[in-house]
C-alpha cells in the first residue's frame, strides 16, 4: 500500500481529500505540525480552501514552509490542490501581495471579472470545466494527469488562479467563457490542481491515483 502524508494546517478540506486519496489505496497520515515528520515522507500532499495569505501565514506558524522546501530538495512526488497549488508560487495577489513558497515561479492573480467579450461574469468560477493540454505540452506522460485525456471535466471552485512566469510550468489550462485559466502546474516532481480532484468524481480519483503511482 503506498503511503503519503497530508498537511494540516488548520485550512483545508481534509475530509473530503484523505477519503479520496484511501479510496485510491493509500495509507494516510495526517500532520498537523512539521516536528511530527522527523524523516520525510514518500508522498506528500498540500491541500487548502480559502485566502492565500492566511494559508501562507499557518504553514510558517506550524513550521510547513521550511518543511516543504526541504522536501521538493528530495524530488519526492508533491502535491498541492488549490489554495495549496496556489502557495507553491512566488506571490499572491489576494488582499495585498504575499510571499508563498517560491517553488514555482510566478504569481497568482485574481481570475478575469469578464468573458471574452467583455461582459461580465460571475467570480468566483464555480463549476466543472474540461481540461486542455496546452500548446507546450506534447503530451501528459509522467504526470499526475497521465491518465487523463484532454477535455474531460474537473471540479474548479476559486476567485484566483496561477499564473506562471514560463509556460513550461503549465500542465493544463481550462478556459471560463473563454478566459483561459491555469488549471495545473508542474515543476520536476512538484505538481498542483487549482480544480480538486477529491470533488471531481471518478477524472479526479485517476489522478490521485497517477500521483500515488509516481
Given at each position: 500500500?503506498?503511503?503519503?502524508?497530508?498537511?494540516?494546517?488548520?485550512?483545508?478540506?481534509?475530509?473530503?481529500?484523505?477519503?479520496?486519496?484511501?479510496?485510491?489505496?493509500?495509507?494516510?497520515?495526517?500532520?498537523?505540525?512539521?516536528?511530527?515528520?522527523?524523516?520525510?515522507?514518500?508522498?506528500?500532499?498540500?491541500?487548502?480552501?480559502?485566502?492565500?495569505?492566511?494559508?501562507?501565514?499557518?504553514?510558517?506558524?506550524?513550521?510547513?514552509?521550511?518543511?516543504?522546501?526541504?522536501?521538493?530538495?528530495?524530488?519526492?512526488?508533491?502535491?498541492?490542490?488549490?489554495?495549496?497549488?496556489?502557495?507553491?508560487?512566488?506571490?499572491?495577489?489576494?488582499?495585498?501581495?504575499?510571499?508563498?513558497?517560491?517553488?514555482?515561479?510566478?504569481?497568482?492573480?485574481?481570475?478575469?471579472?469578464?468573458?471574452?467579450?467583455?461582459?461580465?461574469?460571475?467570480?468566483?468560477?464555480?463549476?466543472?470545466?474540461?481540461?486542455?493540454?496546452?500548446?507546450?505540452?506534447?503530451?501528459?506522460?509522467?504526470?499526475?494527469?497521465?491518465?487523463?485525456?484532454?477535455?474531460?471535466?474537473?471540479?474548479?471552485?476559486?476567485?484566483?488562479?496561477?499564473?506562471?512566469?514560463?509556460?513550461?510550468?503549465?500542465?493544463?489550462?481550462?478556459?471560463?467563457?473563454?478566459?483561459?485559466?491555469?488549471?495545473?502546474?508542474?515543476?520536476?516532481?512538484?505538481?498542483?490542481?487549482?480544480?480538486?480532484?477529491?470533488?471531481?468524481?471518478?477524472?479526479?480519483?485517476?489522478i490521485l491515483s497517477a500521483f500515488m503511482e509516481m
Amino acid at each position: 500500500m503506498s503511503k503519503v502524508t497530508v498537511i494540516d494546517y488548520g485550512i483545508g478540506n481534509l475530509l473530503n481529500v484523505v477519503r479520496a486519496l484511501e479510496h485510491c489505496g493509500a495509507d494516510v497520515r495526517i500532520v498537523d505540525r512539521a516536528d511530527q515528520l522527523p524523516v520525510l515522507p514518500d508522498r506528500m500532499v498540500l491541500p487548502g480552501v480559502g485566502a492565500f495569505a492566511n494559508g501562507m501565514s499557518e504553514l510558517k506558524a506550524r513550521g510547513f514552509d521550511d518543511l516543504v522546501k526541504r522536501y521538493v530538495v528530495t524530488e519526492r512526488p508533491f502535491l498541492g490542490i488549490c489554495v495549496g497549488a496556489q502557495m507553491l508560487f512566488d506571490v499572491g495577489e489576494e488582499f495585498g501581495d504575499h510571499p508563498g513558497l517560491g517553488l514555482i515561479p510566478g504569481k497568482v492573480q485574481a481570475v478575469a471579472a469578464f468573458d471574452c467579450n467583455g461582459k461580465p461574469h460571475r467570480i468566483p468560477h464555480i463549476g466543472w470545466s474540461s481540461l486542455q493540454r496546452p500548446a507546450t505540452r506534447a503530451s501528459w506522460r509522467n504526470t499526475i494527469l497521465s491518465k487523463i485525456t484532454p477535455g474531460e471535466p474537473m471540479y474548479f471552485v476559486h476567485s484566483f488562479a496561477p499564473s506562471p512566469a514560463d509556460e513550461e510550468y503549465r500542465l493544463a489550462d481550462t478556459y471560463y467563457n473563454g478566459q483561459r485559466i491555469c488549471a495545473a502546474v508542474a515543476r520536476d516532481a512538484i505538481f498542483g490542481c487549482q480544480f480538486h480532484p477529491e470533488r471531481s468524481a471518478e477524472h479526479g480519483l485517476s489522478i490521485l491515483s497517477a500521483f500515488m503511482e509516481m
